[in-house]
């Protein structure tokens, strides 16, 4: 299984070449409760026919969308076909975070996001929130911040085990990184 990490700050460069962007357009997405794909909205229309699109159809079910179960919410799957549902058959709970190298491109799943940056402490791995304009997607996946010691094979295993554990609350010293090494 493949995974796909957003990786974005100052140092993001030092990672590769990207499969996409910058820029990269970030799309959230609630699982369907009958199959388990995820729908990926575009428009939400409420019960009194007031409609909203794009990032405010996210913020409206974010914010009201569970006090309008027979809302309609008009989206994409993943796999891009396109799909009409009422709320109540969302899962808005389960979010998750899909990214396009178009607006309306195909997408790819985000397993995990990166803030390459370094820092003036100790910490080669340590969570963080993510930049205020994506803070509304901070429950959608892990977010953490690499420090550029940490690049290379080293930091490759590091995203490996983050992406293996489904932790949120890894925090990883280069102290206890060169322990490690040393042995």
Not at 82 to 105: I, N, W
Not at 140 to 159: E, S
């Amino acid at each position: 299984m493949n995974s796909h990490v957003l990786v974005y700050g100052p140092d993001a460069d030092a990672f590769g070449e990207p499969l996409f962007g910058p820029p990269a357009y970030l799309r959230p997405a609630y699982r369907l409760w009958a199959g388990g794909a995820h729908l990926l909205p575009s428009e939400a229309i409420d019960d009194i026919g007031q409609h909203f699109r794009d990032r405010a159809a996210y913020d409206w079910l974010e914010e009201r969308g569970d006090a309008f179960p027979r809302a309609d919410v008009l989206g994409r799957r993943a796999d891009g076909r396109p799909q009409s549902v009422f709320v109540k058959e969302l899962d808005l709970a389960d979010l998750t975070l899909y990214a396009a190298g178009q607006p309306s491109g195909s997408v790819v799943r985000l397993d995990l996001a990166l803030e390459a940056l370094a820092m003036p402490d100790s910490q080669a791995l340590a969570p963080v929130a993510p930049p205020a304009e994506l803070a509304l997607f901070e429950r959608a996946l892990p977010w953490y911040r690499l420090a550029p010691g940490a690049f290379g094979a080293l930091g490759a295993a590091l995203v490996q085990m983050v992406l293996a554990s489904g932790r949120r609350d890894l925090s990883i010293s280069f102290d206890s990184l060169d322990d490690l090494m040393e042995r």
